[in-house]
């Protein structure tokens, strides 16, 4: 007799070859996860050591920010030194031209001759003064005249008073200071 199995035989199937196609695109993109975490990794790292960079930087710059206000505090005191060291040596020069104006015009007063006033305005001196004779008057105007520290000395006028049997000469006269 003549078997016939008509039950499918159970055959073992060859696996199928995987296309070299899916292994090359598998490692292709194994190659690129791993180049890319690389990369995430280095770039991290980087923008950590940039951000600390940043920190320290900032820091330094508020530290210089506080130096530079520190000088130029400094320089705005020295600047006021300087001008309160100007203003100081000004009136130590104006402070002796007092004294040798007041010397001057006392050591130049002869006898008979006494001062009333005087009047400094700028380098320009007015003298007002009383005198026993025309002749002293006279005389105080060319001591003063041959002073060196008076220029264009010009006697204004004399005006003869009295009071009872003394006679006396008022006069007023203007000079400037020699520079």
Request: with cysteine.
């Amino acid at each position: 007799m003549i078997r016939v199995n008509l039950l499918p035989l159970k055959r073992k199937k060859k696996p199928k070859a995987v296309p070299q196609f899916m292994i090359y695109m598998v490692l292709v993109t194994l190659f690129i996860v791993i180049i890319s975490g690389y990369l995430f990794f280095y770039l991290n790292t980087q923008l950590s050591s940039l951000n600390k960079q940043k920190k320290n930087n900032e820091a330094r710059i508020a530290e210089l920010k506080n130096r530079i206000k520190e000088v130029e505090n400094y320089e705005s005191q020295k600047k006021t030194l300087e001008q309160r060291k100007n203003i100081i040596e000004q009136l130590r020069r104006n402070q002796s031209l007092p004294v040798k104006i007041l010397n001057e015009i006392s050591s130049t007063v002869p006898n008979g001759v006494w001062l009333i006033s005087m009047s400094v305005a700028g380098e320009s001196i007015d003298i007002a003064g009383v005198g026993f004779t025309n002749d002293d008057v006279v005389n105080y105007v060319n001591n003063l005249k041959k002073s060196q520290l008076f220029t264009d000395v010009y006697l204004q006028g004399t005006q003869k008073t009295g009071t009872g049997k003394i006679i006396t000469y008022q006069f007023t006269l203007t000079c400037k200071v020699k520079a």
